[in-house]
């Protein structure tokens, strides 16, 4: 979006911005230079939410130190019932009663008002009365009310009318709402306040109270319910240890399970005893077996037999040792028979000292005082183990009472919890109903002094909200925008060069003879034939040794002729022989403007011949005769292109008008004889969908579509290096 261009917007529209802001000016003056001085009064009305001074004896710290959210919302809740209708009716119904009882009402009455009669009046007091005492709205679905309803809409006490002049708010961060009112006159502004306020405080009074003795009731019945619940219970529990004779199951259990862990360390310990005394009476009785006396004796029977075969053994060595002659080969076996000997006779001596007889009498007695033990050991397991399965019976008894005893305590535990915790709401909701309402109006509102005049700042207001307006509404005016009003617009639009504009020419009518050859014509011909002389540049550029340039247009109506006509002007100026022809047969303005001898149709069927239609002057002419026809109905395209290639020889230049794209062939078939195509499009329109399909015909014509001319430009509209 270029800024410039709209600045340029607001600079064509500069007396519309001026005008309209003056026009709202005084319009808002003479509707508001009689308007009544008004009336403010106000006051404070505190609400005890955050002022701790105002809290009672029994206000827990949890209210003290209430959370921001939290006395936000307590604001929020006060503010919404302060302008709620139930309230602010019984502030209607008392102004409408003092107007009606008074001889100096605080409004002047209405048309309606005044029509009424005496008992029309007093009905209508009535009614308020009756709603005012019992808090109640006006039905609109009652005829009668409904009429009473637009009573109130004519004096404006109604409550739409009054919450337009009410203001409500919290006073920063206090503890205090602010409540003022605004009207015109000073003592209404002081009743309505304190009226408001009243009405408010009673309200709010009431509807507390009422919550506040509901509470009451609701958990002064829950207590006695939970309460009963509790009782029966109990009882319950109490009637079972009775029945099934249960003292104190914990203190039962707790003894229980002392005597069996006592004895079931005792038959341990005698078992322990039992196997301890077994082991030794065991070994005493090994120690007095048979077997030890005869393992004695014949331990020396064998011991002494052993040393008789060996002195014999000996006996008999020594005969022979003899009988040899002392041969030195008894020698050996004679000491080795003394060694065995000597080893022998030492056995004897140890068996003999360590005979197990000698000790029997000590053995004896303790046998005796073991065997004792043992019994004692033995006979008490028994009784043990009879005491551990009485001890196991009685706990198992005691099992089915603990369980019933355990679920039934569990139960008055929680109807106990339950009890307390009503007992406390209930408790706190009588606190409650009997402390004091915290709001209250801190001071009475007082009749005030006129507020400053908003005349003027109406006025200005006025005049700046217009004036913004109008900027705001030409802002999307252009913003929406999609015509064509430069060669930029255009070029952007189609992606396509644009060769050159033209502006439009002031003037109802036109002589293009005398702008061209007059020398003393004015700046907008001078601009006008200097641009079409630009144009005539860079066509002919572009151009080369071609000659053939068709002109046309995207619709009827976009001034091909008159840039037609002129860019023949500004051939002729070149010196250049120039052939225009009027091709558009179904709108042949150029036949009309310039009435020529020669026509299109009697040249192409050869009635007439080229010199026929050269003229005299450096341009020449060939008109049609419309009858809406085409090219290609009057010859064939091979003789079309020679009768051309023939008059490329006598002119310079030949300029032909086609019609616009929209006639589809008649247009077309002139493509397929010109060199070069121009098209011509007026500024101020926008390229339609419809329009981007011949565009797009136009684009695919690379070797012959030079480009646009962009004609009837608006210079307001041209950057300012354009218009130098």
Known sequence: MDLSSFIKVLSRHKYTLIIVPI???????????????????????????????????????????LQDTRIQQEFNNLLAMIKSKKVVDQLSY?????????????????????????????????????????????????????GLHDLLVSMKYDDQSLLQKLSVYRSDNSDYLYVQFESDNPDLSALAVNSLCEEFINYYATLIKGNQQRSVTFYSELVKAKNDTLQKLLNKLKDYKIKNRVLS?????????????????????????????????????NQFNPADRKYAESSMVRINQNLAGTQSQLEALNNEYVQSGFKP???????????????????????????????????????????????????STGSIRNEIGMINQRLTGLVPHEAIVQAQESAIQLARDEYL?????????????????HLKQSEMAMPGGAQPSKKMLLVIISGVVSFIFCIVVFFILFYFDSSVKTPADLANATKTDVLGYLHKLNGSTLDLRQIWTDTHSNEDERQFKNLMQSIRYEIDTDLKNDKIL???????????????????????????????????????????????????????????QADQITSVSKISVLGNRGNDGSLMQIASEHEIR???????????????????????????EWVTVADKIVTVFKAGKGLKEYHKAQVSYLKSLPGQYMGWILNETDPKQLPAEELA
């Not at 051309?644 to 086609?658: Q, S």
């Open 23 to 65: 026009v709202a000016v005084i319009v808002t003056y003479f509707l508001v230079r009689n308007q009544p001085d008004t009336y403010l009064s106000s006051t404070l009305m505190s609400t005890g939410i955050v002022d701790q001074t105002q809290q009672g004896v029994g206000s827990s710290a949890a209210n003290a130190v």
């Open 421 to 437: 915790e009503v007992l406390y709401k209930y408790n706190q909701s009588r606190f409650d109903s009997n402390t004091l309402v």
């Open 550 to 608: 068709l002109i046309n247009s995207l619709v009827q109506g976009e001034g091909k002729t008159f840039l037609t006509l002129n860019l023949a002007y500004a051939y002729s100026f070149i010196n250049k022989k120039v052939l225009l022809i009027d091709g558009d047969f179904t709108s042949p303005d150029i036949t009309k403007a310039v009435k020529p001898n020669a026509y299109l149709e009697d040249f192409l069927s050869g009635q007439i």
């Open 249 to 285: 199951l914990t203190e039962q259990s707790k003894s229980l399970y002392a005597q069996l862990s006592d004895f079931e360390t005792r038959l341990q310990q005698n078992e322990k005893d039992a196997i301890a005394y077994k082991a030794a009476l065991n070994d005493i009785d």
């Open 642 to 668: 020679q009768k051309f290639d023939y008059l490329k020889t006598i002119f310079d230049i030949i300029i032909v008008e086609a019609p616009g794209l929209n006639t589809l062939n008649k247009s077309k």
């Open 94 to 146: 008392k102004l409408m009663m003092h107007d009606l009882t008074s001889a100096t009402p605080y409004r002047k009455p209405s048309k309606l008002f005044s029509s009424l009669g005496t008992s029309a009046k007093a009905h209508a007091l009535e009614v308020y009365n009756k709603l005012y005492q019992n808090h109640e709205s006006l039905s609109l679905f009652n005829a009668d009310q409904r």
């Open 329 to 379: 080969g008894y020698t050996a076996r004679i000491d080795s028979l003394n060694r065995v000997l000597s080893t022998q006779i030492g056995q004897a001596s140890d068996k003999y000292i360590n005979n197990p007889m000698v000790a029997k009498q000590s053995l004896i007695q303790q046998k005796l005082a073991l065997q004792v033990q043992y019994d004692l050991a033995k006979n």
